[in-house]
């Protein structure tokens, strides 16, 4: 059961993370001294808060449980936000987030 929802988890983070997030998204959610706090397209943190609820979501709907989804969504959008910031790599970003899925689903057991 437990590799039966790790499946689930880590393709819905294929999904999420990959499948939907356009090029126009993963560009607008990198905070970026270029630009202003806002544009006509809204600051970068609403493009992280939504990139990161789509991921949530996907925890939710496995997990069956929308406080693990909430637990994802802060937990991936730190680590995206540290990541576009250069603090981390783009491999120990997806370290966190696959990490994070065996946490949700041992909370959630």
Not at 20 to 27: E, G, T
Not at 47 to 71: F, K, Q
Not at 82 to 93: E, P, R, S, V
Request: with cysteine; charged share 15%.
């Amino acid at each position: 059961m437990w590799l039966e929802t790790l499946f689930y988890l880590f393709t819905a983070h294929a999904v999420t993370d990959y499948a939907l997030q356009s090029d126009f998204m993963a560009s607008r959610k990198r905070p970026s001294k270029s630009r202003h706090l806002s544009d006509e397209y809204g600051p970068w943190w609403w493009w992280m808060t939504a990139h990161s609820l789509i991921n949530g979501l996907g925890v939710a709907i496995v997990l069956s449980s929308w406080y693990l989804g909430v637990a994802e969504a802060i937990v991936h959008g730190l680590a995206d936000t540290y990541k576009c910031q250069g603090k981390i790599t783009t491999y120990q970003d997806q370290a966190l987030h696959l990490l994070s899925k065996v946490v949700w689903m041992l909370m959630a057991a």
